[in-house]
């Protein structure tokens, strides 16, 4: 492990400029496609690392990639800085105190994703300049992961078609090989037309859109009896068709998403809930369309990869906080329930402590059961790309994610500890990946085995395009796609 002790070294000789990178993102939390100022803070340290930089990747304005090296195998490593709407929150304080009524916040951690992963990357640029060792290192800023799908449609546009493994990571209570479990999902709108009349003069020559959206949500209520137990359907009402009891609505539309275990699953269960919209405008003499918004694929694991980040996970040890850093965590535990600190250590595979208020181990490889998973979009990288994730011990045990409470520790400096802890993960992963190509070869074989006969579908079809606001049609999808 003399490599990985030499690249964390030249990690840490930078830690500062990353660590003002992601206080600077949560500063100014920006949504889905909206992340123009969080971009050109990751374009701008990118250039002055050195990187080959290149802006507005697959269409998206806010898209952003960085590369270094020359030659050898391509590493990538994944980072996000979106946020989330309706969780402004002031930073350090372990009391609800919005900054801005209804305004943005960083309620999964992504400011700190992003700057870790390029923290990563460029350790990695560093150490392969130093030795002279062929290789390339990148860097994706990848935007709108919460209900955008950004990954998918860089994936569609071939922007991974050259990589040899991604590697990524997520902010979360304890630190850890990620178990590779999440759901595959597509988010669809649904909208009914029918015809307007006067409700109580006339209501014979009324077809009630709206009478067909509360049709298809009932009858999707009824399917949930009859699909997979691992399967999750849910809906939101976006246009009742206006607010006049008198008049008998001629449109309605729902947001529904739909996740399952896997591809081919969903696809199937996407289906039977279309079923269930065009039945609901048969009974009530309406018509129905849908539109897919986004869709992520099921995270596709790989043996050898989540074998060797293990083992620097294990050389590294747990991050290394202090009892300052311990007693603020537990000033937010204060705020949780015990349900939600057992069920953080049940998530992951832990026996309950009480009295631990952050992460002083490593969770060993494919942790937990498996069935409290939400989506991401890095599930789609990883069926056209050998794939590993992490994650890093960033905040008090039983946060809940999207919460006020996980903005608030964004800027702490366990914050920052966790996030050095996971670049050094990751830093060090993908210069074993480069220094022994053996591990390539085996984690491309085990990705291979794993899809033989299971021909990789985008959930994303090629006629929708991303939800760019001032382009088109603007979709605002539904936040919290990702661990919701």
């Known amino acids: 492990m003399k490599n990985a002790d030499a690249v964390w070294d030249l990690l840490e000789a930078k830690r500062e400029r990353f660590f003002v990178l992601s206080d600077r993102v949560w500063d100014t939390p920006e949504t889905n496609y909206e992340e123009f100022s969080s971009s ?12 080959r930089v290149s802006r507005g990747i697959a269409g998206m304005p806010t898209a952003v990639m960085g590369e270094a090296g020359e030659g050898g195998p391509v590493i990538a490593i994944l980072g996000e800085f979106d946020a989330l709407p309706g969780l402004s929150q002031e930073a350090g304080v372990a009391e609800e105190r919005p900054l ?3 305004g943005n916040g960083h309620g999964c951690g992504h400011n700190l994703l992003g700057a870790g992963a ?3 990357a460029t350790a990695v640029k560093d150490y392969l300049a130093a030795k002279g060792i062929k290789g390339r290192v990148r860097y994706y800023g990848c935007p709108a992961e919460e209900g955008g799908s950004s990954k998918g449609f860089m994936v569609r546009a071939g922007v991974f078609d050259d990589v040899d493994v991604a590697i990524s990571w997520h902010p979360a209570p304890f630190a850890g090989v990620n178990n590779p479990i999440s759901l595959a999902c597509n988010e669809l709108d649904f909208r009914f037309s029918g015809r307007a009349s006067h409700a109580s003069a006339a209501p014979h020559l009324g077809r009630s859109a709206l009478d067909a959206l509360e049709l298809m949500n009932v009858g999707v209520n009824y399917l949930r009896e009859h699909v997979p137990s691992s399967a999750r359907i849910h809906y939101a009402v976006t246009d009742t068709g206006g607010n006049a009891p008198n008049v008998v609505q001629a449109r309605a539309k729902a947001r529904y998403l739909v996740r399952a275990r ?9 289906e039977r809930v279309r079923s269930v919209a065009k039945g609901a405008a048969m009974m009530t003499g309406t018509t129905v369309t849908d539109e897919i918004v986004s869709g992520d694929a099921n995270l596709i694991g790989n043996t050898p990869l989540e074998a060797l980040m293990h083992r620097q996970l294990e050389h590294l040890g747990p991050p290394e906080f202090d009892e300052d850093d311990r007693r603020m965590a537990a000033k937010f535990q204060e705020t949780f329930t015990g349900e939600d600190i057992a069920s953080a250590f ?5 026996k309950l402590r009480r009295g631990v208020s952050l992460c002083d181990t490593i969770f060993p490889p494919e942790n937990g059961a498996g069935t409290l998973v939400g989506s991401t979009d890095v599930g789609t990288v990883s069926w056209v790309v050998p794939t590993v994730q992490m994650r890093g011990a960033t905040y008090a045990i039983g946060t ?4 006020w409470q996980l903005v608030a ?3 702490l400096p366990a914050a920052h500890k966790g996030m050095e802890h996971a670049a050094k993960v990751m830093a060090s992963t993908a210069v074993e990946l480069i220094l022994d190509p053996a591990l390539i070869t085996a984690a491309k074989a085990d990705h291979a085995a794993r899809l033989e006969g299971t021909p990789f579908v985008n959930p994303i079809p090629d006629d929708v395009d991303p939800p760019i606001p001032g382009v088109g049609d603007v979709k605002l999808p539904i936040p919290g796609v990702n661990h919701g």
Do not use: N, Y
């Open 118 to 120: 390029m923290m990563a």
């Open 262 to 270: 896997s591809l081919p699953e969903l696809l199937d269960l996407v």
């Open 400 to 403: 809940p994610g999207h919460s």
């Open 40 to 51: 050109a803070e990751h374009a701008a340290l990118l250039e002055a690392e050195g990187f």
């Open 409 to 411: 520790q964004g800027k």
């Open 100 to 102: 801005v009524e209804g």
């Open 346 to 350: 049940e998530r992951f595979g832990l």
